[in-house]
């Protein structure tokens, strides 16, 4: 039972939750990614380039013979990829660069320090009198 609680209590920290919810929020982002890249930019990009489909771009290093499948490096997949990968660090570096902003704006901006309450009025009021009477008189 001590290892089931250590372990609940591990899985509910602050940090782990943050992350787990990181990892499946960039799992979706990346489907969105790969999909804005296949269906939205590659088309368009293949069609500049003679209405090729960069997914079939490939080089045959055996043929098949008999059994034995054909050898092939599948370069336009990869190619595909590297667009995916572009775009998801463009996308997490436009976010960490607003985040820096709004994190800049907060260090530059220092919080007004607060009004004095009826309390530190009266003990003020207090001490300047106390001072006052205090002073020796000519």
Do not use: C, W
Request: hydrophobic content about 50%; proline content about 6%; charged content about 20%.
């Amino acid at each position: 039972m001590g290892m089931l609680k250590e372990f609940r209590e591990f899985a509910m920290r602050g940090n782990v939750v943050d992350l787990a919810v990181g990892v499946i929020i960039g799992a979706a982002f990346g489907k969105i990614v790969s999909s804005l890249v296949a269906d939205i930019i590659m088309p368009p990009l293949g069609l500049l380039i003679g209405g090729v489909d960069f997914k079939q771009f490939h080089l045959v290093l055996r043929e098949a013979k008999d059994n034995v499948p054909a050898v092939v490096m599948n370069y336009g997949s990869f190619l595909q990829n590297i667009f995916d990968f572009v775009i998801v660090a463009f996308a997490i570096f436009m976010a960490i660069k607003l985040m820096n902003k709004m994190r800049r704006k907060e260090v530059e901006e220092p919080a007004a320090p607060p009004a004095p309450t009826a309390e530190e009025k009266l003990l003020t009021e207090i001490r300047d009198l106390l001072s006052h009477q205090q002073q020796p008189k000519l």
